[in-house]
């Protein structure tokens, strides 16, 4: 189906190359997983094949070749008909691939539009067929949203259906489960296999997640800075890896069932100094003050203007009553939807409940002036689920940064903040040159870490991270999980770590809340919840964590 021969591909006459003689080959109906680090060349590689590489990109030398036909001859029109209908791709952040002016269901009709012979009111159909296969709740109204209306993990299943509404011959899936939660990734990967046995579609699947490319996987190809570290049958590769950084790899995620005090991190393999840690001691919080209160707390969406629309709102939260405490790590779950990010945005202020009371160190946040309130903004800080949109893409880094410590008049002058800024930005493992890049320049990991750079810039005692490790590779997520936790132990602060990933949040959390449909059905400390789920709820998704 598909063969890749020596593969070259620069971004400038002068630069090294970001994919370095890569080999590979798909035959009809077989899954090729694609791993390796942020910036080691996989998605380059996929936007190779689709004709999709930036206007400076240099193939140096090798060839592509889709079902005998050499693609990279292809000219404008040829790429029309090939791409959708041949060969299609689940690009990797569905906020920035989807168009914010067009409504979801309008984008997901355009390829059977443009690519089959159906009339428009076939095609939606089709399309809300598939919108019910992905399982997107309330099918019609995701059909005439506009992308910023859905969750991450919504807009993640928007493209999925648009890119296998044509049935493609081979699907080019580029991280498409990093934004779901694990019931619905399970019941994705299911539905990418049955597609796979109906039409004999072929798959390269791009993932960091080692436990969904162990379930997929027929072949794995491991990159490193371009270039191939192992390639080979999936079980081979998983089972006796033969270099280190595939080692690394497979041991960077948190365990299921231990909590180390430190995660092991890639390079700690390649440079051959890789240490063995104790197990976190438990903290009792009794004799802790509390940080957070929040009582009875609700929220609707929806327009409640008029009587006929009333039954058309929906509740995003019901009755949520938490407690958190100073140095607390406390672990939000629960499928897509179901509340999670809205708390935390009701907490920060950028939602406002309707019902309930949210104190923080023992003042309403809701009923506090404009004034007060922006006094205490500076304390409560979040980290976005999407790095690389809730940064200003006009902006340089340092200018991000910079900014919020001006507003709020942190440190004497301005001297004083830069010297911050270039202090924050080595604290998160970039370099002080990084402050006069714009965020495009970096990759997904490292804008990660410029948001974790401007959250801590205001001196906060409470961090919400939204999904801050969901789009990051294993051996960078556990960078940075380390990171958050010296971060923690040096400032003392207070974390509520919103995730899907079950792992990560054990590892992570002091105590653990399970959300569904806007209601905490389960609360406990957290490996009690993870090794002994009371909940039908809580043991359905431990049941779908792909190990």
């Known amino acids: 189906m598909l063969n890749i021969n020596n593969l070259s591909i620069a971004f400038s006459p002068s630069a090294d190359a970001v994919v370095k003689n890569l080999s590979l080959s798909?035959?009809?109906?077989?899954?090729?997983?694609?791993?390796?680090?942020?910036?080691?060349?996989?998605?380059?590689?996929?936007?190779?094949?689709?004709?999709?590489?930036?206007?400076?990109?240099i193939i140096q030398n090798g060839g592509i070749t889709v079902e005998g036909k050499n693609v990279l001859e292809f000219e404008n029109e040829d790429w029309l008909k090939f791409r959708g209908q041949q060969v299609a791709m689940i690009f990797q952040e569905p906020m920035t691939a989807l168009n914010p002016s067009?409504?979801?269901?309008?984008?997901?009709?355009?390829?059977?539009?443009?690519?089959?012979?159906?009339?428009?009111?076939?095609?939606?159909?089709?399309?809300?067929?598939?919108?019910?296969?992905?399982k997107l709740p309330e099918?019609?109204?995701?059909?005439?949203?506009?992308?910023?209306?859905?969750?991450?993990?919504?807009?993640?299943?928007v493209m999925i259906a648009m890119a296998i509404s044509c049935k493609p011959k081979l699907l080019i899936a580029d991280e498409p489960t990093t934004a779901l939660d694990v019931t619905v990734q399970k019941e994705i990967l299911d539905l990418l296999q049955d597609l796979q046995k109906?039409?004999?579609?072929?798959?390269?699947?791009?993932?960091?997640?080692?436990?969904?490319?162990?379930?997929?996987?027929?072949?794995?190809?491991?990159?490193?800075r371009g270039e191939t570290m192992e390639y080979g049958p999936a079980k081979e590769v998983l089972e006796n890896p033969s270099s280190a950084y595939t080692k690394g790899l497979?041991?960077?995620?948190?365990?299921?069932?231990?909590?180390?005090?430190?995660?092991?991190?890639?390079?700690?393999?390649?440079?051959?100094?890789?240490?063995?840690?104790?197990?976190?001691?438990?903290?009792?919080?009794?004799?802790?003050?509390?940080?957070?209160?929040?009582?009875?707390?609700?929220?609707?969406?929806?327009?409640?203007?008029?009587?006929?629309?009333?039954?058309?709102?929906?509740?995003?939260l019901k009755d949520v009553t938490l407690n958190v405490f100073e140095g607390e790590v406390l672990g939000l779950v629960g499928e897509s939807g179901c509340g999670k990010s809205t708390l935390g945005k009701c907490i920060v202020g950028l939602e406002n409940p309707e019902v309930g009371e949210i104190f923080y160190n023992g003042k309403d946040l809701l009923t506090l002036g404009k004034s007060e309130r922006q006094k205490l903004r500076k304390e409560v800080q979040i980290i976005f689920q999407d790095p690389f949109s809730s940064l200003n893409p006009k902006q340089k880094v340092g200018d991000v940064i910079l900014e919020p410590m001006t507003v709020h008049?942190?440190?004497?002058?301005?001297?004083?903040?830069?010297?911050?800024?270039?202090?924050?930005?080595?604290?998160?493992?970039?370099?002080?040159e990084s402050a006069g890049k714009y965020p495009h320049e970096f990759s997904g990991g490292q804008r990660q870490r410029i948001g974790?750079?401007?959250?801590?810039?205001?001196?906060?005692?409470?961090?919400?991270?939204?999904?801050?490790?969901?789009?990051?590779?294993?051996?960078?997520?556990?960078?940075?999980l380390n990171l958050l936790n010296d971060l923690k132990d040096e400032f003392g602060f207070t974390y509520i770590f919103i995730s899907h990933d079950l792992s990560v949040v054990h590892y992570m959390s002091d105590h653990l809340a399970v959300l569904n449909k806007g209601e905490i059905v389960e609360y406990g400390e957290a490996t009690?919840?993870?090794?002994?789920?009371?909940?039908?709820?809580?043991?359905?998704l431990l049941n779908s964590v792909l190990e």
């Open 26 to 57: 798909v035959k009809k109906g077989e899954t090729l997983a694609i791993v390796g680090e942020s910036g080691s060349g996989k998605s380059v590689t996929s936007l190779a094949m689709l004709g999709l590489l930036a206007p400076n990109a």
């Open 102 to 134: 067009l409504k979801c269901g309008e984008q997901a009709m355009e390829p059977l539009l443009n690519h089959s012979k159906l009339g428009r009111s076939e095609v939606k159909k089709e399309i809300l067929s598939l919108f019910k296969k992905v």
């Open 139 to 157: 099918p019609e109204r995701a059909f005439d949203s506009y992308p910023h209306q859905l969750s991450g993990g919504q807009r993640q299943r």
């Open 198 to 224: 109906d039409t004999g579609m072929s798959m390269i699947f791009i993932s960091h997640d080692l436990g969904v490319v162990k379930h997929l996987a027929h072949k794995i190809l491991v990159m490193f």
């Open 250 to 316: 497979l041991s960077c995620k948190p365990p299921l069932n231990a909590k180390p005090f430190r995660l092991p991190v890639v390079q700690d393999f390649l440079a051959g100094t890789v240490k063995t840690y104790d197990e976190k001691t438990p903290i009792d919080f009794s004799d802790k003050q509390q940080l957070l209160s929040i009582k009875n707390v609700a929220k609707w969406f929806g327009d409640s203007s008029s009587f006929f629309k009333k039954s058309a709102r929906t509740q995003a």
């Open 409 to 432: 008049k942190i440190e004497n002058n301005k001297k004083a903040r830069l010297e911050r800024v270039t202090w924050l930005l080595e604290k998160v493992g970039l370099t002080k």
């Open 452 to 480: 974790i750079a401007r959250a801590l810039a205001l001196k906060p005692k409470l961090i919400i991270c939204d999904e801050s490790v969901s789009a990051l590779d294993v051996s960078v997520q556990a960078q940075v």
């Open 528 to 540: 009690s919840v993870y090794q002994n789920p009371k909940q039908a709820y809580t043991k359905k």
